[in-house]
């Protein structure tokens, strides 16, 4: 079956600008998960949805950063006046349900590169 | 708050050689303990996983036991293959109230195999 996808893969953008990244996770899947990952490090926590609401946006590094999933499937992460330092690989997971063992399937990232 | 320590790498091996990777992790309760691994130009995927202590989790000839004593998972395997060649990563899910099972992941390990 079709696994957790993300468009753009590669997403260049002006110092300043919005971007949205989106994610489709595997269907049926009811959690959702944003992760960030700068070059070298592993990926860092941003936001945890359970079915339509966050459950958990501690990792959201300041109110630039802005995430949804209305319908409860597809989650968009945005990023306004975006700054060089947003540059990484944005990742999103999704698990089937709640439970710390529980597997979290990761998508192949978007790219972000501010300039 | 939670955190996990890798050996840093590149760790380079020949063909066959035996590999550990050392992991230990800071936490409070009992988290589960998960390897992942990342193949040039592929996403995050599960390699093992232990969910309680004394736990040994093992997939495609790799191993980790679960070390409440030391705080460590790492990771082995006793003869490595160049199709191994990769950044693994040890990463931690929270597991007391309210947890959103976020995954606290180290900074990642290359490991380069030599024919």
């Known amino acids: 079956g079709a696994g957790v996808s993300q468009t753009p893969s590669n997403k260049v953008t002006e110092k300043g600008k919005y971007v949205e990244l989106r994610c489709d996770p595997i269907s049926g899947h009811t959690a959702l998960y944003w992760y960030r990952q700068s070059l070298g490090q592993g990926p860092e926590f941003l936001i945890y949805f359970q079915g339509t609401g966050a459950a958990d946006d501690s990792g959201l590094p300041n109110d630039r950063f802005f995430a949804v999933r209305p319908e409860g499937s597809v989650s968009t992460l945005k990023i306004q006046r975006t700054e060089r330092g947003d540059s990484a690989v944005y990742l999103c997971a999704s698990s089937a349900y709640l439970g710390t063992a529980n597997e979290q399937y990761f998508g192949p990232g978007t790219r972000l590169t501010v300039t | 708050g939670d955190s996990v320590t890798q050996m840093e790498g590149p760790v380079t091996l020949s063909e066959e050689a035996f590999l550990t990777i050392n992991c230990t992790y800071t936490a409070t309760g009992y988290p589960s303990l998960f390897w992942y691994v990342q193949y040039p130009g592929e996403g995050l995927q599960l390699l093992l996983k232990?969910?309680?202590?004394?736990d040994k989790g093992s997939n495609k000839g790799f191993e980790a036991t679960y070390r409440k004593e030391t705080t460590s998972f790492h990771l082995e395997k006793g003869s490595v293959q160049v199709s191994d060649s990769a950044v693994y990563f040890c990463a931690l899910s929270e597991a007391y109230g309210g947890a959103t099972n976020k995954l606290i992941f180290g900074t990642g390990t290359l490991l380069a195999v030599q024919p």
């Open positions: 232990a969910t309680k202590a004394d």
